[in-house]
């Protein structure tokens, strides 16, 4: 018969909060017990079926629920601080929420129903990992514990492949800074005996782990380049690209080709294509760098202007504080009705004038953001027109070219059809080239055909360039006026609350 389940709740979670403290032998039961603080708390034997209630305990350390019916990690997000988690005889089957826990160093899952060692990428501090008598069969997947450098203690025993003779020479051998293997010490004679029995096995792998390695590398050096790129509205066009991209669906390109004249025709036309970009490209890149650096120098004189004021703010409030307190001290020794009424009066006064003044301060200081704002926008919209008049200039040269190109290609292939017609020899031009070209109409609409593609190519790529360019600028500066204005809203309502606060101060005195 199953035992009966058990919720996990927050009254549970004191119980073992009072009962696991070792400051409760001191505290009586009357004491307040500061709960989120917690650091450690233990939930054995409990049939908890589902993990809850965890949310606040950001300053949990250890927490152990060993031995209940829990069937799935999860309810740990918060606990950022967590150094030790069992969760050892209970029911779960996947690896999973534990990505929050990045300073995790111990984790026991043993005697779970774990078919498969996953999801544990973030937990790089892990030291100690516990995950005997599961349902692990794949001995290679051991080695997805090798990206954890600090494992210096596995327990494996129990699983489906630990039958196996050579497991403990396996992991030993893939895991050379091991010191304890299944709560074992792990001898010297067997590290050497392991190192020799995998010994080419070891190797072979480095180097594929080195290979895929330096390739992923390269990868992420392409997706950082390519980032920049189009944080320069300039992407796809440091090469061939583009002139590439104006052939996808050119139906006619190969059987062109074919005909005396085009390729070099086409070669050129590619170079001179390359060659615009390539200008286009290093202006955006350019174009940039000195955006970067006038927006680092925006932000830089925003953060300047906020904290001046900020630190007349903060005078402002300590000189009215210190009267402040005065006041108060003096209102607790009046007796006379009519003193009191007068010191309330004037205190009344001053937290009118206190708000006064800390609203014109901040009416100062949002007009000089508000200015540094227009001042930076005008520069970027200035250096954004500028990049946008080049852009366009780049693709009208562009659509030049390919105006030309078609012309000379045309000229080309009507001599070629003209040749074709009267049956003349036509040098170099394959027999099934030649019988296309015994349809004027077709070769003709195919060739005026793809050159409309050509040019709906470079207008698309010239429209994307100049939205994006657009768009970043209008969420950029929306991005800035926002931030300013709920900043503002902010300390007005803060201005609001402390002047109300310090009016309940006095209210008392009534």
């Given at each position: ?8 709740n927050r009254?549970?979670i ?19 017990i ?13 049939n908890i ?64 129903q ?14 100690h ?31 489906l492949?630990?039958n196996?003779d ?12 091991l010191?304890?293997?299944?709560n074992k010490?792990i ?10 029995k ?13 290979q ?17 790129h189009?944080?320069?509205?300039v992407?796809?066009?440091?090469g ?37 970009c ?23 004189s ?34 006379l ?13 001053e937290?009118?004038?206190l ?29 954004v027109?500028?990049?946008i008049?080049?852009a ?16 000379k ?52 790529r010239?429209?994307k ?8 600028k209008?969420?950029?500066?929306k991005?800035?006026h ?19 606060f ?9």
């Amino acid at each position: 018969m199953d035992p009966v389940p058990n919720r996990m709740n927050r009254e549970m979670i004191q119980n073992a909060i009072e009962k696991n403290s070792i400051k409760s032998d001191l505290m009586s039961k009357e004491d307040n017990i500061c709960l989120p603080e917690a650091d450690v708390i233990k939930l054995e034997y409990q049939n908890i079926q589902r993990i809850d209630s965890l949310q606040e305990y950001t300053s949990l350390v250890r927490l152990d629920l060993n031995n209940n019916l829990i069937k799935k990690i999860q309810g740990l997000d918060s606990l950022i601080n967590l150094t030790w988690l069992n969760l050892s005889f209970n029911r779960i089957e996947k690896i999973q929420g534990l990505t929050s826990l990045q300073k995790l160093k111990v984790l026991n899952l043993s005697n779970n129903q774990i078919t498969v060692i996953e999801n544990m990428d973030t937990l790089d501090n892990l030291t100690h990992f516990f995950i005997g008598c599961n349902l692990l069969n794949q001995l290679e997947n051991v080695l997805y514990l090798k990206r954890f450098k600090k494992l210096v203690h596995i327990y494996m025993k129990g699983n489906l492949f630990s039958n196996e003779d050579d497991y403990q020479f396996f992991i030993v051998a893939f895991f050379p800074n091991l010191t304890v293997l299944d709560n074992k010490l792990i001898l010297q004679e067997l590290k050497e005996k392991a190192s020799s029995k995998y010994q080419d096995d070891i190797e072979k792998r480095n180097q594929e782990e080195s290979q895929k390695q330096l390739a992923e590398e390269v990868l992420q050096k392409q997706e950082a380049e390519l980032n920049l790129h189009k944080e320069a509205f300039v992407e796809y066009l440091d090469g061939p690209h583009l002139f590439k991209s104006m052939f996808d669906e050119d139906t006619f390109s190969s059987d062109r080709r074919s005909v005396p004249g085009i390729e070099d025709l086409l070669q050129s036309f590619e170079n001179q294509m390359v060659g615009l970009c390539k200008q286009l490209f290093d202006r955006g890149l350019a174009e940039r760098e000195q955006r970067e650096r006038e927006l680092k120098s925006f932000s830089s004189s925003q953060d300047e202007v906020e904290t001046h004021y900020k630190n007349q703010a903060i005078q402002v409030l300590e000189d009215f504080n210190r009267q402040h307190k005065e006041r108060i001290k003096k209102l607790e020794q009046l007796t006379l009705r009519n003193s009191v009424s007068e010191e309330l009066s004037r205190g009344y006064d001053e937290i009118n004038k206190l708000s006064e003044r800390l609203m014109t301060l901040e009416f100062k200081l949002i007009s000089k953001l508000e200015e540094n704002i227009r001042n930076v926008e005008t520069c970027i919209s200035d250096k954004v027109t500028d990049f946008i008049e080049i852009a366009q200039e780049t693709f009208t040269e562009c659509r030049n070219l390919e105006d030309d190109f078609h012309h000379k290609v045309q000229e080309i292939i009507d001599a070629t059809l003209e040749n074709v017609a009267k049956g003349s020899q036509v040098e170099n031009l394959p027999h099934d080239v030649k019988m296309l070209f015994t349809d004027k109409i077709k070769v003709m609409h195919a060739l005026n055909t793809n050159h409309k593609l050509h040019l709906l190519t470079l207008n698309d790529r010239e429209q994307k360039l100049l939205t994006s360019v657009s768009s970043w600028k209008i969420a950029f500066f929306k991005d800035v006026h926002d931030k300013v204005t709920q900043q503002n809203r902010t300390r007005i309502s803060d201005i609001h609350r402390y002047a109300d606060f310090l009016r309940k101060q006095l209210e008392r005195f009534h």
